[in-house]
């Protein structure tokens, strides 16, 4: 294609690398050592968790819910018993100082109760309220309805199988995970980038 002046137009390729195949590319030419699989992989993963948060956001919106929150009213309804703030804590992932304001925005709608810890007076354990059980009768069905849709172009092998090796990299990201402070690692030293002088 030629523009008005003569010169020709550049060509847009056919086929544009993605963008996360242009940085992984970059990083390539940086330090050739790094395994540019694994920052195609975070990146799949922090664009697929943002796209699963986003759809579980728009179904909660309407009942004034967020998605921890569910997940405290899921696990209470199906524990057998009551639970200690930290038993909660650990089974939906959500740090004690976070928990406490979770719990307090679901108690002022009589959705969980604290009751006293029958081994421990100074502690109290939660529950599920009747108000949030019966929310959960009637939310539910439609939630896995909505659930098996988000995930209705992986077959069911498929699903089994990421299920396994997310398993495997939470497994890993628990074993190898290190105290981070401003991005660099405290006990390994950073990478040198390909022309950088060690100091």
């Known amino acids: 294609m030629i523009k008005s002046g003569g ?17 992984a590319r970059a990083a390539d030419r940086e330090d050739p050592g790094f395994d540019t699989a694994v920052l195609g992989l975070t990146l799949a993963l922090f664009r697929t968790a943002t796209a ?10 309407p009942h004034d819910l967020n998605i921890s929150q569910l997940n405290i009213l899921t696990v209470l309804d199906r524990a ?11 089974a939906v992932s959500v740090l004690p100082a976070n928990l406490t304001g ?13 009751i006293t810890n029958p081994d421990d007076r100074r502690s109290f354990l939660i529950r599920i309220g009747k108000p ?6 009637k939310f539910l069905p439609g939630h896995w309805a909505y659930l098996q ?7 069911p092998p ?17 074993q190898n995970c290190q ?21």
């Open 102 to 114: 979770v719990v307090d925005g679901l108690a002022r709608r009589g959705y969980v109760e604290r």
């Open 158 to 174: 498929q699903k089994r199988q990421l299920q396994t090796l997310l398993g495997k990299f939470y497994d890993s990201i628990e």
């Open 52 to 61: 699963f948060e986003r759809a579980h956001v728009s179904e909660l919106l």
């Open 132 to 137: 949030g059980r019966a929310f959960l009768r």
């Open 7 to 23: 010169d020709p137009m550049p060509r847009r390729p056919r086929n544009p690398r993605s963008i996360a195949e242009e940085i």
């Open 80 to 90: 057998s018993e009551p639970l200690t703030m930290g038993a909660l804590g650990q």
């Open 149 to 155: 849709t988000l995930m209705s172009d992986l077959t």
């Open 179 to 199: 105290t981070v402070t401003n991005g660099a690692d405290l006990k390994r030293p950073r990478p040198r980038l390909r022309g950088q002088v060690s100091s």
